[in-house]
């Protein structure tokens, strides 16, 4: 079997330099992929998971397009988050000086938290080859006139599935009718949920299916604890959890910026030292904590979906969601935050009864759960929730109505829930044998 190089691609001489410069030696299997059929002018949609190598597959093939004599943008790429945007401009900026071309290839990242006049200033200036940003701040300046995108060749959606999820997918959306209708569009998506598909339809024809399956540890392949909640605190439970796991890093996973702020204001008040990771950090404060985090400052940090999206964070051997998420997939990419650089991972998750539909879900999907509480810092197996009483089928109206004429005794002694059942169950033989009597009549 040939073995795989960048130059078996007809990539430019300067990107054979960037490539040399990175450091890469071989193509991701991603890479494989995207590069000939990127180069080829062909529009796609990439299926792969964060630490694919997707970054690169799509620079590479356009930067070996790119014609430094016209003076006009010729390629945009869209990210859902500030974070993943600012990332990819990162990687702009080094494979362009890898290049040697710093000089001559101009980019420009356009992101919210950033002064918005000086940016139309900059724009109007020179226009950039190269535009890295979220949606609504590349649609502000379409709208501003600071830039103009008609003559681009090539569009990148990265995330998409998240820019749905987020609603973007308008600003996309509003960017794209201003483009010329023949742009090279490459969509990257770690799923493809049907809402995604009118969108698709609307600006690619006949794209090229690209699927990479990962070659990190899947799902199924991990350990999944379910710890119940049973009406407490969430950081009193995850301290337990602290004393019996000493993680090397552990995400906490919240639904929603103000979750993620009173858990981990929560821990820290118990002493655990805690970082916070969500969209209502100022970019500044964003970029500590992201600086904090790869100085592994911390062992733990509370995050949303949004928040973790698109960030590599190196090293997670644990997650914990203290609420479990609404989706599958937000479950998959929360989990897929572990189990990187050779580490197994573990999910641990505190659920409440009405998360029992979405673990059905996943257990359809081959993942495999198992029921735990957490005493004195130490591991505790409990029964399956299907062998569970509070996995019984929901009450009928009847059986609510015999319920409700048990008496409740004025004093609590032992035995009292089995009596109140018993007295319940004979309300609900006489309800039915009087029922039975009304029909025979």
Known sequence: MSQHTFEQYAISPEVSNMVKGLGFTKPTPIQQKVLPAALRGESLIGQSHTGSGKT???????????????????????????????????????????????????????????????????????????????????????????????????FVLDEADLMLDLGFIEDVDQILVRMDE?????????????????????????????????????????????????????????????????????????????????LAEALLSKGLEVGVLHGGLSPRERKRMLKELQSLRYQYIVATDLASRGIDIEGVSHVINAQMPKE???????????????????????????DFKLIEKLEKKGLTFDFYEVKNGEWKELKSYKERETRKRPESDMEKKARSMVRKPKKVKPGYKK???????????KMKRKQYGNKKK
């Open 182 to 262: 023949e742009v090279q569009m490459l969509v990257f998506s770690a799923t493809i949920p049907e809402r995604l598909q009118p969108f698709l339809k609307k600006y690619l024809t006949n794209p090229t299916h690209i699927q990479i399956e990962d070659d990190k540890p899947s799902p199924e392949s991990m350990e999944h604890r379910l710890v119940p909640l049973r009406h407490k605190h969430p950081s009193d439970i995850i301290m337990d959890i602290s004393k019996a796991i000493q993680p090397y890093l552990a995400i906490i996973f919240t639904n929603g910026k103000g979750h993620a702020d009173e």
């Open 328 to 354: 599958e997939e937000f479950y998959i990419h929360r989990v897929g935050r572990t189990a990187r650089a050779g580490l197994e991972g573990t999910a641990i998750n505190l659920y409440k009864e009405e």
């Open 56 to 154: 690169h597959a799509y620079l590479l093939s356009l930067f070996s397009k790119l014609d430094e004599k016209r003076d006009h943008v010729q390629v945009v790429i869209t990210a859902p988050t500030r974070e993943l945007a600012i990332q990819i401009h990162e990687e702009v900026k080094k494979a362009v000086k890898f290049a040697g071309k710093d000089q001559v290839w101009r980019s420009k990242l356009l992101i919210g938290g950033t002064d918005k006049q000086k940016m139309v200033d900059k724009l109007s200036s020179r226009p950039p080859h190269i535009i890295v940003g979220t949606p609504g701040r590349i649609l502000d300046m379409v709208k501003e006139e600071a830039v103009d995108l008609h003559h681009a060749t090539a």
């Open 419 to 429: 009596k109140m059942k018993q007295e319940k169950d004979q309300n609900l033989r």
